[in-house]
């Protein structure tokens, strides 16, 4: 037990050693800018965000609450339903944090906490079936096993709720699984199971993955009703739930030293409310937007491809500016708008660049 235990840990070191490490322990970290450019993220560049330490988990989910027929599922149990797979991009609610001033409180996020991959699992909407929720549900609420210190508790654990509706509803596609890109899920991102909520931002994707519980009355834990929300310094404070639009620039790099000439620029967008319609690009800071190429959506939850073709001509330093549209109408703003948890910045990424002779 001694020697697979080692093992594990020295998977687990490597499975770390490409990511950009934000935080140790917890392990936070985000992705290397290379995850972006492919379709799906491999698993050993996909970002990491964890509340608590990894935890131990007894590879049982028990499911109760307002329903008649509550039970317990173990991984084999999932895996003897319906095995839907999807690709599913996820982004942390904080992606983006050090763009705010003031710099808000939380884990000092920059641009890449953002990757998409493919989920296998069981469908949610199917599991809560078998439970038999009571017909005055209002919401499920999803626990992990992770738990510790934190701000004023001694000891807490991580769980968030869904309104029933929305979870029981077989076009939102939330999914309990159990493996990522084809291999069973490894511990940072949520072994043995954990959920995926498409569209939220990631806090709504509860990792390992310990109970789940039908309640009739609204759920106000700690990260549902407290952290994770928007708070405005001139308005209600509201929910973390939905990705806002946002287009970002993979190629170039930032800082990047290009040819004069005909130049692609490259990147992804996406959008919980989305699809995504429409990447505009800007070589000025006052406007003059410019219509990229969007690729068609290849999932109904994953980003988006799109690409400008660029006359760069002038040596010197060039800025390059892209936002999204998504299907609704949301736009990205100019500016950071700012939360005093620094949540959901979506603002038009800037980047310079200098052009050759």
Not at 223 to 227: K, Y
Not at 296 to 324: E, I, M, N, V
């Given at each position: 037990?001694?020697?697979?235990?080692?093992?594990?840990?020295?998977?687990?070191?490597?499975?770390?050693?490409?990511?950009?490490?934000?935080?140790?322990?917890?392990?936070?970290?985000?992705?290397?800018?290379?995850?972006?450019?492919?379709?799906?993220?491999?698993?050993?560049?996909?970002?990491?965000?964890?509340?608590?330490?990894?935890?131990?988990?007894?590879?049982?989910?028990?499911?109760?609450?307002?329903?008649?027929?509550?039970?317990?599922?173990?991984?084999?149990?999932?895996?003897?339903?319906?095995?839907?797979?999807?690709?599913?991009?996820?982004?942390?609610?904080?992606?983006?944090?050090?763009?705010?001033?003031?710099?808000?409180?939380?884990?000092?996020?920059?641009?890449?906490?953002?990757?998409?991959?493919?989920?296998?699992?069981?469908?949610?909407?199917?599991?809560?079936?078998?439970?038999?929720?009571?017909?005055?549900?209002?919401?499920?609420?999803?626990?992990?096993?992770?738990?510790?210190?934190?701000?004023?508790?001694?000891?807490?654990?991580?769980?968030?709720?869904?309104?029933?509706?929305?979870?029981?509803?077989?076009?939102?596609?939330?999914?309990?699984?159990?493996?990522?890109?084809?291999?069973?899920?490894?511990?940072?991102?949520?072994?043995?199971f954990r959920m995926i909520v498409p569209q939220y931002y990631g806090v709504a994707s509860v990792k390992w993955l310990k109970r789940i519980d039908v309640t009739t009355e609204p759920y106000h834990g700690e990260?549902?009703?407290?952290?994770y929300m928007y708070e405005w310094p001139d308005r209600p404070a509201e929910p973390v739930t939905l990705m806002r639009p946002r287009?970002?620039?993979?190629?170039?790099?930032?800082?990047?030293?290009?040819?004069?000439?005909?130049?692609?620029?490259?990147?992804?967008?996406?959008?919980?409310?989305?699809?995504?319609?429409?990447?505009?690009?800007?070589?000025?800071?006052?406007?003059?937007?410019?219509?990229?190429?969007?690729?068609?959506?290849?999932?109904?939850?994953?980003?988006?491809?799109?690409?400008?073709?660029?006359?760069?001509?002038?040596?010197?330093?060039?800025?390059?500016?892209?936002?999204?549209?998504?299907?609704?109408?949301?736009?990205?703003?100019?500016?950071?708008?700012?939360?005093?948890?620094?949540?959901?910045?979506?603002?038009?990424?800037?980047?310079?660049?200098?052009?050759?002779?």
């Open positions: 037990m001694a020697g697979e235990g080692v093992a594990m840990a020295d998977s687990l070191r490597r499975s770390r050693a490409a990511l950009t490490m934000i935080s140790p322990e917890p392990f936070n970290a985000e992705a290397p800018p290379e995850a972006l450019t492919g379709d799906i993220t491999p698993t050993d560049l996909h970002y990491v965000r964890s509340n608590f330490p990894l935890p131990a988990h007894d590879r049982v989910l028990a499911v109760g609450g307002a329903v008649g027929n509550a039970m317990t599922l173990t991984l084999d149990d999932l895996r003897a339903m319906p095995a839907v797979e999807q690709a599913v991009t996820l982004e942390c609610a904080g992606n983006g944090r050090l763009a705010q001033a003031p710099l808000p409180a939380g884990e000092p996020w920059g641009n890449y906490a953002v990757s998409t991959a493919r989920w296998t699992g069981a469908l949610l909407h199917q599991v809560l079936a078998q439970a038999q929720p009571a017909d005055e549900a209002v919401e499920v609420v999803f626990e992990g096993a992770d738990h510790g210190r934190y701000y004023q508790y001694e000891d807490i654990g991580f769980a968030r709720s869904l309104a029933y509706a929305y979870a029981a509803d077989p076009a939102a596609g939330i999914l309990i699984a159990y493996e990522m890109n084809g291999q069973p899920l490894n511990r940072d991102h949520g072994a043995p990260f549902q009703s407290h952290h287009a970002q620039i993979t190629d170039p790099a930032p800082h990047a030293e290009i040819p004069a000439g005909p130049y692609t620029v490259r990147g992804k967008a996406w959008s919980g409310t989305g699809p995504v319609t429409t990447v505009e690009v800007s070589l000025t800071g006052e406007g003059d937007w410019h219509r990229g190429h969007l690729a068609p959506p290849a999932g109904p939850y994953q980003w988006q491809d799109w690409s400008f073709d660029w006359q760069a001509t002038g040596a010197g330093r060039h800025t390059l500016r892209a936002r999204a549209t998504d299907v609704v109408g949301n736009t990205q703003p100019d500016a950071p708008v700012w939360n005093r948890l620094g949540y959901g910045n979506n603002a038009v990424e800037v980047i310079y660049i200098v052009v050759r002779e």
